[in-house]
């Protein structure tokens, strides 16, 4: 469902800014 695509796309987006903060560059 299109509910289900957003809710990963959402997660995905949350993992990769979490990795950004860890790396340091947010």
């Not at 289900?4 to 947010?26: D, N, P, Y």
């Amino acid at each position: 469902t299109k509910t289900e695509i957003r809710l990963m796309h959402a997660e995905g987006v949350f993992r990769t800014q979490e990795i950004w903060r860890e790396k340091g560059i947010l």
